[in-house]
């Protein structure tokens, strides 16, 4: 089935279901609209975890293809409505509090969300130029270990090639997924041009961002289709790569400022749900009712992690259930780089109580 027709689908199924809650009790009696709605919603949550987390996406999409306003919002509410609280599968609410705006941290630095989107570009900016700067006169053939198969060179297209895309999101406001492939993106044929073009891109993209409004709709590939989620996605991958490359160089992973590191960890929590290559291999764990928990030795950060329900749920803070699964310190910036299988569970670096298991088979689980 291609993407277009399931987008058809979805779009015209929210639409159905607006009218029926939409509906006046003269057009249609409540109890018939109320059984409708019962069914719809029973049908669809048979489906498997990821796939009710794709239809939400997709719930969202048709959502944002009108104009800001009353229809805009009643759609919204479709996902809510079919899925009960927190969309598909229940598994999001806690996650959902971590966006920018939505009650909980936001990126890097404090103030207004309009501040924090502009110290996030900054940021971005800033990791982006580290990076070119270690590769600039790097072999470009260098393999980079932390991503099996790639070189140093692939690791500067992929980079670039994030930028490109989100930049084309960004100024099209799309309001639906663009293929990566969609899009131009003329690396150099030379890989020692690599840094520079890797620079002019991050440029671009950071000047379409700093002039966007951070609230306006965008398709994303997470929770948020927002612009504000695009600079926190560019800074996670910003950071990860910049250890990649530091790390295939024979150096240590670049210190990360805990704050950077925190919310790149809160940003992936959030997004895991909505990436099927995640998502599905969670549902499948067979770990329902485990709980592990973050903790950083530096800052005091505490992430809680349960899981349940074809997923998990995540909180900050070490209240709500007891770490069944134990515990996992280490310093902020480590922790993140230990989600993203940069660091194994093993190094020193972490000290963990209670089941390993369970942490290998999490970290098996959300493997990028």
Known sequence: MSDALLSTLAEALAEL???VETSDDEDLDPDTAVKWLENTGHTLSRLAAADRRALDGLFREAALRH??????ADLTRVAEHLCGP??????????????????????????SAADAHAATCAAVAEHVRNFAALVRDADPATPVPTCPGWTLADLTRHLGAVHRWTEHLVRARA???????DVPLDPPADPAAHADWLTAGAESVLTALSTADPDAPVWSPG????????????LAEAVVHLADAALALGEDAPSTDPRTAADAIDHFLTDAPYIPWIAEPLAHLDRDGAVLRLAARDTGFVR??????????????????????????????ELLLLLHRRYAAGDPRFAHTGDRDLLD??????AL
Not at 175 to 181: F, G, L, M
Not at 361 to 366: G, I, R
């Open 304 to 333: 809680t992690l349960a899981l349940g329900d074809g997923g998990f749920r995540w909180t900050r803070g070490s209240g709500g259930p007891e770490p069944t699964a134990g515990v996992v310190a280490a310093d902020t910036g």
């Open 361 to 366: 088979d999490w970290l098996a689980a959300t």
């Open 86 to 111: 927190g969309g598909p599968g229940g598994v999001v609410p806690a996650a959902l509090t971590a966006l920018p705006g939505g009650g909980g941290a936001s990126a890097p630095g404090s103030g």
């Open 17 to 19: 279901v607006t009218a």
């Open 67 to 72: 104009p800001p306003g009353p229809r805009r």
């Open 175 to 181: 309001t639906v997924r663009v293929p990566v492939e």
């Open 223 to 234: 929770a948020d289709p927002h612009v504000r989620y695009h600079p926190r996605r560019l």
